[in-house]
């Protein structure tokens, strides 16, 4: 069966209360809502990538995480490469209009095979936009790199240089190095005053990026959006709080955190009581920078935070690249209702978009996690979305909850959150 034609998991009725309500608003308002969106892109322009996790409860559907320097473009259903291509080249034109060339700068871990098929496919969609492309390295080589990988390509990684403020590979010097690093590890040298145009901005790496700061910004734009389509924007907000500097070995900070995961837990009981929800509420405790499903625990009672054992806190201390966590996001836990195959795997949707085009996405599986547990692990499996040409708009002809309908809810949704994304970055700017 053609990918286009792939199914979307089942949303499992029984649990999820009122279901269709969200997709029925954001549907009967579709032409208010692109209006607003336009306007607000043109007051903020957008990244020039970014990937959105959503969890949907039926009753709710949020964003969780937004990544900014997006891997698993090799998951993305390629039958739909002419969407990602089209807006490769409205996002090259906005950020570096003269560009014929780009450098691309992965992460260090490139001997990981899933993400170098991910810089494959990457390269390969920004050559079939026009752009002549190399993949530099800022691990120190004195040759190229050559990857044989499963899917027949061969990825050739290679050595750069600082010439003046420019970075050099082999004479090759473009105007815009594309980074695909997301600089936990702090800023890089040799990326720092380069007159050529690096996108994203370094400074939109985890080493200054706050995901408190970030869902702040998506909680404001959610009540102003959801005024547009009258719907209550608890339905796609995730609530939160954060409790400043924590340090999990020395348990310091574990009081605050207790307090504001009890008090989290009651705004969310209160919500559900209104919606007569029937679940046990629960938060997701992560750090407040980073990503790879790292630094993340679940709590369903205050008490959960107290006296955690050595494991425990060893496991909440670090992060990407060994660094340590002094800061969390606490982040109202959003159960995720949508399943795969008979013995229904849980499942949640990852929107990928590039400038601010919705360009496809993927289903992330877990066979070992439940309902309300983080998927972003290792054992985690990608199953393609079927994205299609009338995902775009919705059909008002038919459910509210079939295919293109609830894309394009997924889309709406992943585009806020791309929007508060935006929003940061002109933040950084105005700082810079």
């Not at 209702?337 to 949707?349: I, L, Q, S, W």
């Amino acid at each position: 069966m053609p990918k286009s034609r792939l199914k979307l998991p089942q949303l499992e009725a029984s649990y999820c209360g009122p279901l269709l309500e969200i997709e029925s608003h954001l549907i009967e308002n579709q032409k208010e809502i692109e209006t607003w969106f336009r306007q607000a892109w043109l007051e903020t322009p957008a990244p020039f990538y970014a990937s959105v996790d959503l969890r949907n409860a039926g009753f709710k559907l949020a964003p969780v995480d937004t990544n900014l320097f997006p891997a698993g473009f090799n998951n993305l259903n390629h039958d739909f490469d002419a969407l990602a291509i089209q807006a490769i080249q409205a996002a090259v034109e906005h950020a570096c209009p003269k560009a014929e060339g780009i450098l691309l700068i992965p992460e260090r871990h490139t001997r990981n095979i899933f993400y170098l098929e991910s810089l494959a496919a990457l390269s390969h969609l920004i050559e079939l936009a026009g752009f002549d492309i190399r993949i530099g390295s800022l691990e120190p080589i004195a040759e190229p790199v050559h990857f044989e990988l499963p899917s027949g390509k061969v990825l050739t990684q290679h050595p750069i240089k600082r010439v003046g403020r420019r970075i050099v590979v082999d004479g090759f010097s473009p105007c815009a190095i594309l980074l695909n690093n997301d600089l936990s590890g702090g800023p890089v040298a040799l990326l720092e005053d380069l007159e050529q145009t690096a996108i994203p901005p370094v400074s939109l790496g985890w080493w200054n990026r706050s995901k408190f700061r970030h869902f702040s910004l998506y909680t404001e734009l959610a009540e102003s959006f959801c005024k547009v389509v009258d719907i209550d924007p608890w339905r796609i907000t995730p609530m939160m709080a954060d409790c400043g500097e924590i340090n999990f070995l020395k348990r310091e900070g574990e009081d605050c955190l207790a307090k504001r995961v009890g008090e989290l837990l009651e705004k969310i009981n209160e919500k559900y009581r209104q919606y007569d929800i029937d679940r046990e509420p629960f938060v997701v405790i992560k750090a407040d920078a980073g990503t790879y499903g790292m630094g993340v625990m679940i709590a369903r009672s205050a008490e959960e935070v107290i006296g955690l054992n050595r494991k425990q806190r060893s496991r909440m201390a670090a992060s990407k690249e060994g660094l340590g966590i002094s800061r969390v996001l606490i982040q109202e836990g959003v159960h995720s209702f949508e399943t795969v195959g008979r013995d229904k795997k849980v499942a949640e949707p990852v929107i990928y978009m590039i400038d601010h085009y919705v360009i496809g996405g993927f289903y992330r599986v877990h066979t070992k996690k439940g309902i309300d547990e983080n998927l972003n692990a290792p054992g985690a499996e990608f199953v393609p979305l079927p994205f299609t040409e009338s995902c775009i708009t919705p059909n008002t002809d038919i459910s509210p909850d079939a295919d293109p309908n609830r894309l394009y809810t997924y889309g709406v949704v992943a585009r806020l959150a791309l929007l508060a994304a935006a929003r940061e970055q002109a933040e950084t700017k105005t700082e810079s």
